[in-house]
């Protein structure tokens, strides 16, 4: 269904409208009669873990697909990104779904607060990150540790974490917030073992050791893709990328 504004957008219980800039990829990908199931493992998760009492963290959430859908699950939907055409796209879907409770911080998160150069093949495509390498188009972004935030930690009921290898950075701050430790929400967390072909990350690089840490405090990680719980070998020698840490 279509308005003058934007486009509706159904996905399994769930309506919301997207701009006609968005309206390909979601009709597509996410529509209940999409030819492709995009994700629908994460969006599983969104359903099994909403509260209406309680926050969904979408840390990297582009065009705002998973921030849209858990808007009536939660009580406050954080959505976190610092592509600039990304923000572009979920502000105007924002917009057009009339959701209030959703709010975009339009940051780089990292473990230090710095200049460093963020990009990728190309601006929007969710496909941008903090170690460009052999890319079209990098531009130069504020890093922003995330316990420097006003985030309610201790509010937080589901987590999804995707920004294209920056979880590294990423995932040891949170483990340095006291209130986060205390409430250890569920962590859906994306993997891209792609990425070393296509980012420059650093050489002491491994995501398997971040993944350890957590697996330390959540003692549980399942494979989201089939609901089975994995472990840290599992994942190395099957190259799993949706993961979901509970404790």
């Known amino acids: 269904m279509s308005n003058t504004l934007g486009f509706q957008i159904t996905k399994n219980d769930t309506t919301f409208m997207v701009s006609s800039k968005c309206r390909a990829w979601f009709m597509n990908c996410i529509d209940n009669n999409a030819s492709r199931k ?3 493992p994460v969006f599983k998760m969104i359903d099994k873990y909403q509260n209406i009492n309680g926050d969904f963290l979408d840390i990297g959430c582009w ?8 808007s009536n699950k939660f009580s406050k939907v954080i959505a976190i990104e610092c592509d600039p055409k990304a923000l572009v796209k979920i502000h105007n879907n924002i917009l057009l ?9 339009p940051i780089a998160l990292s473990d230090t607060d710095e200049i460093r150069d963020f990009g990728g093949d190309r601006m929007g495509n969710s496909m941008s990150s903090l170690f460009p390498k052999n890319v079209n188009k990098i531009i130069k972004i504020q890093t922003t540790n995330i316990n420097s935030t006003n985030i309610n ?18 995932i040891p701050t949170l483990l340095n917030n006291k209130t986060f430790m205390l409430n250890l929400p569920p962590l859906l967390l994306s993997l891209h073992w792609y990425s070393e072909k296509n980012y420059n990350f650093p050489k002491d690089y491994d995501i398997i050791e971040v993944v350890a840490k957590l697996n330390m405090v959540y003692h549980t990680i399942i494979n989201v893709t089939n609901r089975k719980v994995v472990s840290i070998t599992d994942i190395l020698d099957n190259e799993l990328s949706n993961l979901l840490f509970i404790k």
Do not use: T
Not at 63 to 70: E, H, T
Not at 97 to 105: A, M
Not at 153 to 170: H, P, T, W
């Open 38 to 40: 995009w994700e629908n």
């Open 63 to 70: 065009n705002g697909v998973f921030s849209l859908y858990a």
């Open 97 to 105: 779904s009339n959701f209030n409770n959703i709010s975009v911080l």
């Open 153 to 170: 930690f201790n509010k937080l009921s589901l987590v999804k974490m995707d920004i294209e290898g920056a979880e590294i950075l990423v």
